[in-house]
């Protein structure tokens, strides 16, 4: 029986050596195969005796067991390589941290720049806003500084290579103030043919442009442009609006407000706002917050009313400024660095 014992371990050998699936089948039907070797061994049979039958038959057989049971292995054992290459492959580290999704939150500028908003409107203020690239007479010239006055130097600006209406250079609005004009002559315009004009109460915040670059200075920086024009309109209501508003934004009742001389040329008087808190990490320090003043009667006359019979006052005041005392930072390149760290603590 040598003859068989080889052809199982041919068929071992041969199993063993298959690398893939399809060669295994081919292999298979090498042996088992209707023309493979098991069968032709059974083909082989018909010359013998009945005797002779039964003993090579049965010897055959339990051969031909051995090698499907060699087979079923070698499959088993693909598979279960298969299945092992699969999973080192696909390998999932359960014990890493999953990535998890932050709530994203108010950059603190526009914090600041909201709770403005909402404390001057709980004052009865509107709020307005108006384009950042802007024509010379509404930066400037309306705004009681024509061209080369040296006041205009007080806020230099960056110029765009292109013509306004004037035939002068537009440029990056170097303030709020703009605002002033273009929301009066929308105001007098809308009221036009009525029997009586409201007052002329609203702030106006937005984004403005300086050549200017330090700790408390950025090209791009915000302001909010305030203007109360009415009939009877004075500095007390102004210092009122403003103590309030500081009071309110800050969050504390323990604030002094003081008006300190200055000079803009829309405003006559002018004066500088400072403010200094009694308590906390900034107490008996002066801070100066706004400029302000009596809107200038020329100023007055470029909105399109009469200088005669309305009075008030307008005030710029530093978003950003606002923001540093507020939240306590003392480099306001901070706000424009977008480190995440820095400004997720102002959510
Ligand atoms: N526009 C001024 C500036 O940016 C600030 C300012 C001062 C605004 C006095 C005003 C004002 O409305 O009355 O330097």
């Known amino acids: 029986m040598s003859d068989l014992n080889s052809l199982l371990e041919n068929a ?25 070797k098991l069968t032709e061994l059974m083909k082989g049979m018909a010359a013998l005796s009945v005797d002779e039958k039964k003993t090579r038959g049965a010897a055959i057989n339990v051969i031909k067991q051995q090698v499907e049971a060699a087979l079923n292995a070698r499959r088993q054992a693909m598979a279960e390589g298969d299945l092992q290459t699969q999973l080192k492959a696909e390998a999932l580290d359960v014990s890493l941290p999953g990535r998890s999704r932050d709530i994203g939150g108010l950059h603190p500028i526009s914090l600041a720049w909201e709770r403005i908003e909402l404390i001057f409107s709980s004052m009865g203020f509107d709020v307005a806003d108006g384009p950042e690239i802007e024509e010379d007479w509404f930066s400037f010239t309306a705004l009681n500084n024509p061209p080369n006055h040296p006041a205009r130097s007080m806020q230099d600006t960056f110029y765009v290579d292109m013509q306004g209406e ?53 090209p791009m920086f915000h302001q909010i442009e305030g203007l109360w024009l009415g009939e009877n309109v004075s500095f007390k209501d102004l210092k009122v609006t403003f103590l309030n508003f500081c009071k309110a ?24 706002i400072d403010i200094a808190f009694n308590t906390g990490p900034l107490a008996g320090r002066w801070l100066e917050v706004a400029g302000s003043g009596q809107v200038h009667p020329k100023v007055v006359r470029n909105m399109g009313l009469d200088h005669e019979t309305v009075i008030g006052f307008a005030f710029g005041s530093g978003i950003d400024r606002l923001a540093m005392l507020r939240y306590g930072v003392n480099d306001l390149r901070q706000f424009f660095d977008g480190n995440v760290r820095f400004l997720g603590q102002f959510r």
């Open 12 to 36: 071992q050998t041969a199993f063993g050596q298959v690398s893939s699936p399809a060669e295994l089948e081919n292999a298979k039907a090498q042996f088992l195969g209707k023309t493979g």
């Open 166 to 218: 004037d035939g002068l250079a537009l440029n990056l609005r170097p303030h709020t103030s703009p605002m002033q004009i273009r929301y009066a002559q929308a105001h007098v315009k809308k009221y036009a043919g009525h029997a009586a004009m409201p007052e002329i109460r609203v702030i106006a915040p937005g984004r403005t442009y300086r050549v200017d670059s330090d700790a408390t200075h950025s």
């Open 249 to 272: 934004f800050f969050e504390t009742d323990d604030l002094t407000l003081r008006f300190r001389p200055s000079y803009f040329p829309f405003t006559e008087p002018s004066a500088e």
